[in-house]
């Protein structure tokens, strides 16, 4: 039985080329697409898409709610099928407006949608598990530092809650984008994997001297006993050698970046398992961040700078994405304010509204002494 259709394979390629190319999607979303319209596909049998039918649409639909993950033995998760469901439903609007689709119908397009119970399942806002500082601390204590590759897992953890930076984005830095003398990290777009390739200037996290001094004696060890200059990568990828047996081990560090995060995400698990604590990943380590900034942070642009130093444009980005509160959270924050006698704290702030660099560095030395 065939797997492709030849005209399919045509069209979608330049869908997906268009995606890239004008709509600036990630190659990561890119797949994410490809893997939709390839699973609609097999439940037509590979049709022609200039045959779509209402009925493909319905069938998708059903196809989906039936599906069990070979993995897991689940089916699909509401928001995975929602999350398809669009994207066919949008690569369809788009092929209605090329050369020899154009008798499709619009209105049949409606058919991809999910329902109303769904789509709200897909987008509801749910409390994820965040680690406390205690925790993090607890295992950069438990983890040993005999071997460099040892040294190396316990510097990354330490430099993920310091910075706030995203995984990718630690896995493509270099030695030159983190300056210890300053206290900042230059994310520099050209060569960093930030998110929506933003260039921008953040500064340490105030959370202690400790953590900050695991990562100056990584830097130092990778300077000096390694020679690493300042083009090398601030977390070299294991060096792969074979041991007496003639079988694989961790010889080292290479001087090779990571291909992509799966083995930060990877360390990150050992270590946690191995401290006797459930998996955070690294993306959480942000959550902690903006939580221990709910509490620091005295007015807007003490809120404001925090964020910024996240990487959000927008202080909102980080109140709804990091901070949404359980009602017994608001219940305490309420009770707090309304017996609160208000202080000035860093008036001279308050009404800035686009702190500078110099402003953040004025407002995170000024968070850096309260949190001391």
């Known amino acids: 039985m065939k797997k ?17 190319d004008a709509k600036r999607m990630n ?24 045959l779509f039918h209402i009925e493909q649409a319905r069938k998708f639909k059903r196809d989906l709610d039936n599906h069990v ?16 469901l669009r994207a066919v439903k949008t690569f369809f609007q788009w092929l209605a407006g090329q050369p020899g689709y154009r008798k499709l ?18 987008g509801a806002v749910r409390e994820r598990p965040v680690p406390s500082m205690e925790q993090i601390r607890h295992v950069l204590d438990y983890l040993p530092t005999a071997t460099v590759i040892e040294r190396r897992n316990r510097a990354l953890i ?26 900042t990290v230059f994310q520099d777009a050209r060569e960093v994997k930030t998110k929506n390739r933003k260039t921008f200037t953040s500064w340490f996290f105030p959370v202690g001297d400790d953590i900050e001094g695991i990562v100056r004696a990584w830097i130092t060890e990778l300077s000096t006993a390694h020679l690493f200059g300042p083009d090398d990568p601030l977390f070299p990828s294991t060096e792969r050698g074979l041991d007496d047996n003639r079988q694989f081990h961790a010889a080292g560090i290479s001087r090779q970046f990571w291909s992509d995060a799966g083995p930060i995400r990877k360390i990150f698990k050992e270590a946690f398992t191995m401290a006797g604590l459930p998996y955070f990943n690294p993306h959480s380590f942000r959550k902690t961040i903006w939580r221990m900034g709910e509490k620091l942070c005295a007015n807007g642009a003490e809120a404001k700078a925090w964020s910024l130093n996240l ?40 009404g800035a509204n686009a702190p500078t660099p110099e402003t953040i560095v004025q407002v995170l030395a000024y968070l850096q002494r309260k949190a001391s």
């Open 158 to 183: 330490a430099f993920t809650i310091l910075s706030g930076a995203r995984d990718a984005a630690i896995v493509s830095m270099r030695l030159k984008h983190v300056d210890m003398e300053r206290g």
């Open 105 to 122: 119908k619009f209105t049949d397009m409606e058919y991809f949608n999910a329902s109303n119970n769904d789509g709200r399942i897909a």
């Open 4 to 20: 492709h259709h030849p005209k399919n394979e045509k069209i979608k390629w330049e869908y997906l080329r268009y995606l890239e």
């Open 69 to 84: 993950v070979a993995e897991t033995g689940k089916p699909l998760a509401v928001a995975t099928r929602v999350s398809r």
């Open 27 to 50: 190659s990561a979303s890119v797949d994410q697409v490809a893997a939709s319209i390839a699973a609609f596909e097999a439940s037509t049998g590979w049709k022609d898409f200039k």
């Open 311 to 350: 990487g959000h444009e927008n202080v909102g980005t980080s109140f709804s994405s990091y901070g949404p509160m359980t009602t017994t959270e608001r219940e305490t924050v309420m009770g707090a304010l309304a017996g609160r006698v208000a202080g000035k704290g860093l008036s001279a702030l308050t």
